[in-house]
């Protein structure tokens, strides 16, 4: 028999009358749902902002750069909306750039260093928890179109890993990203690309263990030249549940899972009550990896819900 596996949102505290009261427009509702968001992953600097610069400089704030001192690697400003190299879709103002030379990296985990410290700060403390799935996004630039253009095939690695007991760092989830003209149709919009790991079992290496996150370039020689921009670099822990709203009476939300996977939505009055008597609002499967779900029961003050994962 199939082991269930049980995701529990963390429980969805809302007050439906507050909820009515303030959700006038959809500002306040994304602030709202804000503070659900339990599953986004704080990763320290994921946007470059830091060092500052004007131009360009080869350092970033709480990311170890491999090789270490090689310029390779860097953070870059955002030039304005008047300037044709302006990224349109920039998160903050800053970005990061990496060479397309074999081997050239940035990495993050809870024992790496950067450029202003020899020695782990600890700032990265995210854990690899049983029963959590994760999902890495990254803003991503490349093409033949830049001001240094890459070679169609150059591969950049996108990954989440963990250091074993000797420090290696062992991958458990990667994507590719195939450089081509197609893929990146200008220089100006980054594009996201995801690295998604399934649930973590108790049974797994690397449950419990420290969430490192790598972007590598893997490239062979004849390959090599250009760079890649890179921005935004989130992490997120699932399920999750966003954009909570009360319409005519009726209380909807946004269910946020790996895709393809099945859950029964549970919901009750009374937060402390076994899972066993809670209602089963019905079931749901999450083709996408965001789906709507719409409670039609009306006039409620407060209610909790949960994510059951079926099998």
Known sequence: MARKARYIFPPMIINIRKLMAIATGVATLAAWAGTLRAGTIFIPNGSFELPTTTYAYPLIDFWQQAPAGSLQTGVFLNQPPSDPTHIDNCDGAQGAFLFASNGVA???????????????????????????????????????????????????????????????????????????????????????????????????????????????????????????????????????????????????FTLQSEPGLRFEILASTNLTLPLSNWTNLGTLTNLTGAISFLDTTTNLNRRFYRAHQLP
């Open 106 to 252: 940035i990495f993050q985990d809870y024992d790496s260093t950067d450029y202003a410290n020899p020695t782990p700060t600890h700032a990265f403390q995210a854990t690899f928890d049983v029963g959590s799935s994760y999902t890495l996004t990254v803003g991503i630039l490349g093409g033949t179109n830049l001001a240094i253009p890459m070679k169609e095939g150059t591969a950049l690695v996108l990954s989440l890993y963990y250091r074993d007991g000797s420090n290696n760092m062992v991958t458990v989830a990667a994507a590719t990203i195939t450089n081509s003209g197609s893929l990146f149709s200008n220089s100006t919009h980054f594009v996201d690309f995801q690295v998604h790991l399934p649930t973590v079992k108790a049974s797994d290496a690397w449950a419990g263990q420290h969430i490192g996150v790598q972007l590598l370039s893997a490239v062979s020689a004849e390959l090599e030249g250009g760079y890649w921009d890179l921005d935004n670099i989130r992490l997120s822990a699932g399920p999750v549940l966003l954009c909570p709203a009360r319409t005519n009476g009726q209380f909807s």
